[in-house]
């Protein structure tokens, strides 16, 4: 068994997480105050977004140097404190690298643009005439630059231009960058779209955005071996690769041990269920079955394959879950749980991004003005420029917008939620004196007590770990049960996805001949131990542990 798979990550916006300098946007030694709650927690390591030298346009996702910290987030005696900090604690860091482009301000492409035979010019990727493959960001993906009379390629925004994987200087850059930081002692590395790294060399016109071409491209696995042999081997690291639009088959070749790639990945399948026809900027219900069924599909594949799933509901680019698939209002402690505990039971290695503990909610903000994400402010101009109405367009970005996830951390109920002393860089929800770290430590009903059980549980239950993953009722319109199955042994997970009552009959041949029967886990306090007939309350959630007779 490897480390991370009896692992939980916890994910940090260090921009909205905690500010020990009392300014606007949240600081290393921010994260270094709240070691001991995340440690009293019980998470094992902290997956940080970017901190390096940035412009800032995508909050980071657009480095300018890889090797210097952010001034806005302190200095590098910060990080390294903050690594020993944790160290400390029994808790790793994992560094997030953003690697298939950097900012277009980095010297390297300062150098590249400046002439068609500079030495740099081959780090990036240039071409006399653009295909018509479209940007992740909205418009075209290339960007013309008069000084040479040539485009660039970038997938996301203008300023974020894509490296050249293809040439060798490139990929030794990378690999000598991350020697830096494993160096360093970075417990691992979180792989910003990695599997977009690799173009195929005739850029080839689309009938749709140009996805197929780049997504899992002809050389990725074999630059993902080289950076393990590089980087990895012979160290403990725990790297997860972001899987842009992958396959299943493609996840469990990145993950499987013997490939030697990487130890698990993230994709997105299961977070477009309120995207009809693909769509995301429109607003709409999630659909449930489809929730199930994607997920489901993951857990079997990956398990038959010898693949390994990082697990979450949330992160800094998507809305609140607790808001998206649970109900934010009457029914949101319970629901909040249930979708926790329908998350940490699967078979993978679970993520927790800040506030999720908490049940934190999307903001709800109105106005555009209160958004800052350059995805929205790009959206919600192309919907005006189009003709939608000013109401349809913010009903859309209200409810899809991913500056729902990045509202400041509540920590108490103070001015600011706690988060600054200074007025944050985006809005505190309304509801922060609710909901916040302070409260719920004390309460032992809070959404918080319920995360820390499930990920003690995880340590404490080899069947969470790698029992076989079955599922029941697939075609249930409201309840989500599945089994995860060992020898002699199971357990039994139910989830009541709506806020009605709901009655249910499990298959007999699934649960078996029961001899024994423990209760892990549940969101009411009087959970009956039955096993075959149920009669679910609003949001109602249990795990049982069964031995067969
Ligand atoms: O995101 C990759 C990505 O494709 C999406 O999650 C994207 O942000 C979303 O589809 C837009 O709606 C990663 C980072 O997580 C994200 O914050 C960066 O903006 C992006 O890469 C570019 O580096």
Same mark, same amino acid.
């Given at each position: +068994?490897?480390?991370?798979q009896?692992?939980?990550?916890y994910?940090?916006?260090?921009?909205?997480f905690?500010?020990?300098s009392?300014q606007?946007?949240?600081?290393?030694?921010?994260?270094?105050?709240?070691?001991d709650?995340l440690?009293?927690l019980?998470?094992d390591?902290?997956?940080?977004?970017?901190?390096?030298?940035s412009?800032?346009?995508?909050?980071?996702?657009?480095?300018?140097?890889y090797y210097?910290?952010?001034?806005?987030?302190?200095t590098m005696?910060d990080?390294?404190?903050?690594?020993?900090?944790?160290?400390?604690?029994?808790?790793k860091?994992?560094?997030?690298?953003?690697?298939?482009?950097?900012s277009?301000?980095?010297?390297?492409?300062?150098q590249?643009?400046?002439?068609?035979?500079?030495? &740099?010019?081959?780090f990036y990727?240039w071409?006399?005439?653009p295909?018509?493959?479209?940007?992740? $960001?909205?418009?075209?993906?290339?960007? &013309?630059?008069?000084?040479?009379g040539?485009?660039?390629?970038?997938?996301f925004?203008?300023t974020?231009?894509?490296?050249n994987w293809d040439?060798?200087?490139?990929?030794?850059?990378? $690999?000598?960058?991350m020697?830096f930081?494993r160096d360093?002692g970075?417990?691992?590395?979180?792989l910003?779209v990695?599997?977009?790294?690799?173009?195929?060399a005739?850029f080839?016109?689309?009938?749709?955005?140009?996805?197929?071409?780049?997504?899992d491209?002809?050389?990725?696995h074999?630059y993902?071996?080289? +950076?393990?042999r590089e980087?990895?081997?012979?160290?403990?690291?725990?790297?997860?690769?972001?899987?842009?639009?992958?396959?299943?088959?493609?996840?469990?070749?990145?993950?499987r041990?013997?490939?030697?790639?990487?130890?698990?990945?993230?994709?997105?399948?299961?977070l477009?269920?309120?995207?009809p026809?693909?769509?995301?900027?429109v607003?709409?219900?999630f659909?449930?079955?489809?929730?199930?069924?994607?997920?489901?599909d993951?857990q079997?594949?990956?398990?038959?394959?010898?693949?390994?799933?990082?697990?979450?509901?949330?992160?800094?680019d998507q809305?609140?879950v607790?808001?998206?698939?649970?109900?934010?209002?009457?029914?949101?402690?319970v629901s909040a749980k +249930?979708?926790?505990?329908?998350?940490?039971?699967?078979q993978?290695?679970?993520?927790v991004?800040q506030?999720?503990?908490?049940?934190m909610?999307?903001p709800?903000?109105e106005n555009?003005?209160?958004?800052?994400?350059v995805?929205?402010?790009n959206i &919600?101009?192309l919907?005006r420029?189009a003709g939608?109405?000013?109401?349809?367009s913010?009903?859309a970005i209200?409810?899809?917008?991913?500056?729902n996830?990045?509202?400041?951390?509540?920590w108490?109920?103070?001015a600011?939620?706690g988060f600054?002393?200074?007025?944050?860089?985006?809005?505190?929800?309304?509801?922060?004196?609710?909901?916040?770290?302070?409260?719920q430590l004390e309460?032992?009903?809070?959404?918080?007590?319920?995360?820390?059980?499930?990920?003690?549980?995880?340590?404490s239950e080899?069947?969470i770990?790698?029992g076989?993953?079955?599922?029941?009722?697939?075609?249930?319109?409201?309840?989500?049960a599945?089994l995860?199955?060992?020898?002699g042994?199971?357990?039994?997970v139910?989830?009541n $996805? &709506?806020g009605?009552?709901?009655?249910?009959e499990?298959?007999?041949q699934?649960?078996?001949?029961?001899?024994?029967?423990?209760?892990?886990i549940?969101?009411?306090?009087d959970c009956?131990?039955r096993?075959r007939?149920?009669?679910?309350?609003?949001?109602?959630?249990?795990?049982?542990?069964?031995?067969?007779?």
């Amino acid at each position: +068994m490897q480390d991370w798979q009896r692992s939980v990550i916890y994910q940090i916006y260090p921009k909205s997480f905690y500010s020990h300098s009392g300014q606007a946007t949240g600081d290393l030694l921010g994260v270094v105050d709240k070691l001991d709650y995340l440690q009293w927690l019980g998470v094992d390591c902290l997956w940080l977004t970017p901190f390096l030298c940035s412009p800032q346009r995508d909050n980071g996702y657009d480095i300018s140097d890889y090797y210097a910290i952010d001034p806005s987030y302190g200095t590098m005696a910060d990080c390294e404190l903050l690594i020993s900090e944790a160290d400390k604690r029994g808790i790793k860091l994992m560094l997030d690298i953003v690697v298939n482009h950097t900012s277009i301000e980095h010297a390297w492409f300062q150098q590249a643009r400046s002439s068609l035979d500079n030495p &740099y010019r081959d780090f990036y990727i240039w071409r006399d005439q653009p295909n018509n493959w479209e940007s992740k $960001f909205g418009g075209s993906a290339w960007e &013309y630059e008069a000084q040479t009379g040539q485009y660039y390629l970038h997938l996301f925004d203008h300023t974020q231009a894509d490296l050249n994987w293809d040439n060798p200087r490139v990929r030794a850059e990378v $690999f000598k960058m991350m020697r830096f930081w494993r160096d360093k002692g970075v417990g691992g590395f979180r792989l910003d779209v990695i599997n977009l790294i690799s173009k195929p060399a005739n850029f080839p016109e689309d009938s749709t955005d140009g996805r197929r071409f780049y997504t899992d491209g002809p050389n990725v696995h074999a630059y993902l071996q080289e +950076m393990h042999r590089e980087v990895f081997a012979g160290h403990r690291l725990i790297n997860v690769g972001e899987m842009s639009s992958t396959r299943l088959e493609h996840c469990i070749r990145y993950s499987r041990p013997d490939s030697q790639e990487l130890s698990m990945t993230f994709n997105f399948h299961h977070l477009k269920v309120d995207y009809p026809n693909l769509q995301k900027w429109v607003r709409a219900d999630f659909d449930f079955l489809e929730l199930k069924r994607i997920l489901s599909d993951w857990q079997s594949g990956m398990q038959a394959g010898g693949g390994w799933n990082a697990l979450f509901w949330c992160n800094h680019d998507q809305p609140r879950v607790v808001s998206r698939f649970g109900d934010d209002g009457e029914h949101r402690v319970v629901s909040a749980k +249930m979708l926790a505990t329908a998350l940490h039971l699967l078979q993978g290695t679970p993520f927790v991004y800040q506030g999720e503990e908490l049940g934190m909610t999307n903001p709800g903000f109105e106005n555009i003005d209160q958004y800052r994400d350059v995805e929205t402010l790009n959206i &919600y101009r192309l919907k005006r420029d189009a003709g939608e109405s000013e109401a349809s367009s913010m009903a859309a970005i209200q409810q899809k917008s991913r500056d729902n996830g990045r509202t400041p951390m509540q920590w108490n109920r103070q001015a600011n939620a706690g988060f600054s002393a200074a007025e944050p860089w985006i809005g505190v929800p309304a509801n922060a004196a609710q909901i916040n770290v302070e409260d719920q430590l004390e309460d032992p009903a809070s959404v918080l007590r319920h995360y820390r059980q499930l990920i003690a549980l995880r340590r404490s239950e080899p069947l969470i770990q790698h029992g076989q993953y079955r599922q029941l009722l697939p075609e249930h319109p409201q309840v989500w049960a599945y089994l995860r199955e060992g020898e002699g042994e199971r357990l039994l997970v139910v989830n009541n $996805f &709506y806020g009605t009552r709901c009655d249910v009959e499990l298959p007999e041949q699934a649960i078996g001949e029961v001899a024994q029967q423990r209760l892990l886990i549940s969101n009411y306090d009087d959970c009956p131990l039955r096993t075959r007939q149920l009669s679910l309350r609003p949001y109602e959630s249990f795990v049982l542990h069964l031995i067969d007779r």
